[in-house]
């Protein structure tokens, strides 16, 4: 490598120390213990001139928080500091040459390395930086393979809310503007690295050996399993499927089969949880099944099952108007007619009977529809759309905390709507029912009904989007703005703004998931105007929770700025 005289042996001991330039980064040299070195001056953890540091035994520590490094190869003592970069020195008649640039490293294998210490340690500058490189070198899946497998090997209570907001983001890349995609796939690690934290690890339960492995057999243990909450013995069950060779399809089957022997698990969690599981999978390739898919079996054999509460009991007995209904329904489904030849567009009829409607209203009308052709991931679909609408139809003086409500329904309405899209059965398409029954169950939420933005309003644009972001409370704001882009034929652009809004956030779970599911429902309405409905209902969802501090969007862009080369902190000037 190319290497640039940067001063005499001979000013170097009469200074002690210098800082030069070498390719445009300020560098410092020092003689140590008889040898002369050189690295970057910049210290890696938060910028802090490395020439203000002390230098005693071979360590150089800086004085901004105190990290430490190993001089000679630059390697960090403290975890919250990345490695500082060296540089090759000779010393040639008496002058001194330094590399023009760093020693060469594996960027992509150091980035995974820290990825890894990240993730252990929690350090979101570490995570930041390795998001920037692992995204910048086209190592996004090796990224997501990485946490994700930490993720649910580092959580004994099996699948967590980070890996449901690593896969909605990685869900969401393709929709971002291009340079918030780090940003995202470090929002992705920082939860994984949030949920682990302080959980003991999960260890693999190995396959029943010489087994009766029909896949019927293998369902029905597995479905009654759960039933009893015998979570090692289900997990060990669904570990026998897999390693067995069952398709992708009979393993969903019996997952979300048993999502659906009870009600809207954990206010619909369970199943969502389900269905991010097979769509990381779709990402990191099957080959990952046995480790992703045994996490699932914990929280679902704990999980709360929502007919053993009074909600759904009393006044109106959901639970078992939805339980009535199951045989007609999926005997419909099965003997359907043909589905219709150019589609079916009924699915704002049937939101309005699930929004307003008694509850065995809406099942008879569900039951009707299938018995006429209507295709089940229609159905699902329409409930998707009518728990979008209880968003969008949110009046402002409900309690903020009913958000949650009307995001629970909404995102588990649409978890239904992969589901039986990916895998369609019987058995997944029971849970349309249960969805269609969580809709009808926070109807006082719309009370009174907030009317949909019509779209005609002045001309937007994304920054006013964004802007009703920076002011809590502007709720009507965002979704009127949402209301006309669309309009105006943004709606692509108001996907890409509501993910920026959303990567400048310190988000909970709740943000991400209610975005990804949006974008599904969108793009499976596309150009229709319930496509544009959706974004209504996430936007106002969102613009109620914002601003937040934006802590780590300071955190990232401060990794950005080191990575860029950027001087932090210029104490000379
Ligand atoms: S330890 Fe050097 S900037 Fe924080």
Redesign the pocket.
Same mark, same amino acid.
């Given at each position: 490598m190319r290497e640039v005289v940067v001063c005499t042996r001979q000013e170097l001991r009469e200074k002690g120390q210098l800082v030069v330039t070498v390719s445009d980064r300020p560098v410092l040299v020092v003689e140590h213990e008889g040898q002369v070195r050189a690295v970057d001056n910049r $210290?890696p &953890?938060?910028?802090?001139p490395l020439h203000r540091g002390t230098l005693h035994d071979g360590i150089l520590t $800086?004085h901004?928080? &105190? +990290?430490r490094f190993e001089l000679s190869g630059g390697c960090a003592l403290d975890l919250f +500091?990345d490695d500082v970069p060296t540089y090759d020195v000779t010393i040639n008649d008496g002058n001194v040459a330094v590399s023009e640039a760093p020693r060469r490293r594996d960027e992509r294998a150091h980035a995974l390395d820290k990825l890894d210490e990240g993730l252990e340690h929690q350090v979101s500058l570490v995570l930041a930086k390795a998001a920037i490189t692992l995204d910048e070198r086209g190592a996004h899946d090796a990224a997501l393979d990485r946490a994700a497998r930490f993720g649910v090997g580092n959580r004994e209570q099996g699948w967590s809310t980070g890996l449901s907001v690593l896969t909605c983001l990685a869900n969401l890349r393709p929709h971002l503007d291009p340079a918030a995609r780090p940003r995202a796939l470090f929002h992705g690690l920082l939860d994984v690295a949030a949920r682990t934290a302080g959980n003991a690890p999960s260890f693999e339960i190995s396959p029943l050996r010489d087994v009766d492995d029909r896949p019927e057999r293998l369902l029905g243990w597995f479905r009654r399993l759960v039933e009893t909450r015998s979570r090692d013995a289900a997990e060990r069950v669904l570990a026998t499927a897999i390693g067995r060779g069952l398709p992708p399809h009979d393993i969903a089957t019996m997952i979300f089969a048993a999502c659906n022997d009870h009600r809207y698990l954990d206010e619909g969690h369970i199943l969502d949880f389900a269905t991010k599981a097979f769509e990381l999978l779709d990402h990191l390739g099957w080959d990952a099944a046995d480790a992703i898919l045994s996490s699932l079996v914990a929280p679902l054999a704990r999980a709360t099952r929502m007919e053993e509460t009074s909600t759904w009991r009393t006044p109106v007995d959901v639970a078992a108007t939805v339980a009535a209904a199951t045989p007609d329904f999926l005997t419909a489904l099965a003997a359907a007619k043909p589905p219709p030849p150019r589609g079916w567009y009924g699915h704002a009829e049937v939101a309005a009977t699930a929004l307003d409607a008694e509850p065995d209203e809406t099942v008879e009308v569900l039951v009707k529809h299938a018995a006429e052709g209507v295709p089940a991931q229609d159905l699902s679909a329409a409930i998707a759309y009518a728990a979008a609408l209880r968003a969008a139809h949110f009046p402002t003086s409900n309690q903020h905390g009913d958000w949650d409500t009307v995001h629970h329904t909404f995102t588990f309405a649409n978890a239904v709507d992969q589901a039986v899209r990916r895998f369609p059965s019987p058995l997944v398409a029971r849970g349309i029912l249960d969805a269609a029954g969580s809709v009808y169950l926070e109807r006082f939420l719309n009370v009174p009904k907030r009317p949909l933005p019509d779209g005609n309003h002045d001309p937007a644009t994304t920054q006013d989007l964004l802007a009703t972001f920076d002011v809590h409370g502007r709720v009507d704001d965002a979704g009127q703005i949402v209301a006309a882009l669309v309009a105006q034929g943004q709606a692509q652009a108001v996907v890409r703004t509501l993910g920026s809004g959303l990567l400048r956030e310190d988000a909970t779970f709740h943000e991400y998931q209610i975005l990804e599911a949006a974008v599904r429902q969108w793009s499976q309405f596309a150009g229709r105007p319930e496509g544009g409905h959706v974004l209504v209902g996430a936007a106002r969802f969102l613009a109620a929770r914002y601003p937040t501090v934006r802590s780590r969007g300071q955190t990232f862009d401060i990794a950005q700025r080191l990575h860029r080369g950027e001087v932090l902190h210029d104490l000379d000037e």
């Amino acid at each position: 490598m190319r290497e640039v005289v940067v001063c005499t042996r001979q000013e170097l001991r009469e200074k002690g120390q210098l800082v030069v330039t070498v390719s445009d980064r300020p560098v410092l040299v020092v003689e140590h213990e008889g040898q002369v070195r050189a690295v970057d001056n910049r $210290c890696p &953890h938060m910028g802090f001139p490395l020439h203000r540091g002390t230098l005693h035994d071979g360590i150089l520590t $800086c004085h901004w928080h &105190h +990290a430490r490094f190993e001089l000679s190869g630059g390697c960090a003592l403290d975890l919250f +500091a990345d490695d500082v970069p060296t540089y090759d020195v000779t010393i040639n008649d008496g002058n001194v040459a330094v590399s023009e640039a760093p020693r060469r490293r594996d960027e992509r294998a150091h980035a995974l390395d820290k990825l890894d210490e990240g993730l252990e340690h929690q350090v979101s500058l570490v995570l930041a930086k390795a998001a920037i490189t692992l995204d910048e070198r086209g190592a996004h899946d090796a990224a997501l393979d990485r946490a994700a497998r930490f993720g649910v090997g580092n959580r004994e209570q099996g699948w967590s809310t980070g890996l449901s907001v690593l896969t909605c983001l990685a869900n969401l890349r393709p929709h971002l503007d291009p340079a918030a995609r780090p940003r995202a796939l470090f929002h992705g690690l920082l939860d994984v690295a949030a949920r682990t934290a302080g959980n003991a690890p999960s260890f693999e339960i190995s396959p029943l050996r010489d087994v009766d492995d029909r896949p019927e057999r293998l369902l029905g243990w597995f479905r009654r399993l759960v039933e009893t909450r015998s979570r090692d013995a289900a997990e060990r069950v669904l570990a026998t499927a897999i390693g067995r060779g069952l398709p992708p399809h009979d393993i969903a089957t019996m997952i979300f089969a048993a999502c659906n022997d009870h009600r809207y698990l954990d206010e619909g969690h369970i199943l969502d949880f389900a269905t991010k599981a097979f769509e990381l999978l779709d990402h990191l390739g099957w080959d990952a099944a046995d480790a992703i898919l045994s996490s699932l079996v914990a929280p679902l054999a704990r999980a709360t099952r929502m007919e053993e509460t009074s909600t759904w009991r009393t006044p109106v007995d959901v639970a078992a108007t939805v339980a009535a209904a199951t045989p007609d329904f999926l005997t419909a489904l099965a003997a359907a007619k043909p589905p219709p030849p150019r589609g079916w567009y009924g699915h704002a009829e049937v939101a309005a009977t699930a929004l307003d409607a008694e509850p065995d209203e809406t099942v008879e009308v569900l039951v009707k529809h299938a018995a006429e052709g209507v295709p089940a991931q229609d159905l699902s679909a329409a409930i998707a759309y009518a728990a979008a609408l209880r968003a969008a139809h949110f009046p402002t003086s409900n309690q903020h905390g009913d958000w949650d409500t009307v995001h629970h329904t909404f995102t588990f309405a649409n978890a239904v709507d992969q589901a039986v899209r990916r895998f369609p059965s019987p058995l997944v398409a029971r849970g349309i029912l249960d969805a269609a029954g969580s809709v009808y169950l926070e109807r006082f939420l719309n009370v009174p009904k907030r009317p949909l933005p019509d779209g005609n309003h002045d001309p937007a644009t994304t920054q006013d989007l964004l802007a009703t972001f920076d002011v809590h409370g502007r709720v009507d704001d965002a979704g009127q703005i949402v209301a006309a882009l669309v309009a105006q034929g943004q709606a692509q652009a108001v996907v890409r703004t509501l993910g920026s809004g959303l990567l400048r956030e310190d988000a909970t779970f709740h943000e991400y998931q209610i975005l990804e599911a949006a974008v599904r429902q969108w793009s499976q309405f596309a150009g229709r105007p319930e496509g544009g409905h959706v974004l209504v209902g996430a936007a106002r969802f969102l613009a109620a929770r914002y601003p937040t501090v934006r802590s780590r969007g300071q955190t990232f862009d401060i990794a950005q700025r080191l990575h860029r080369g950027e001087v932090l902190h210029d104490l000379d000037e």
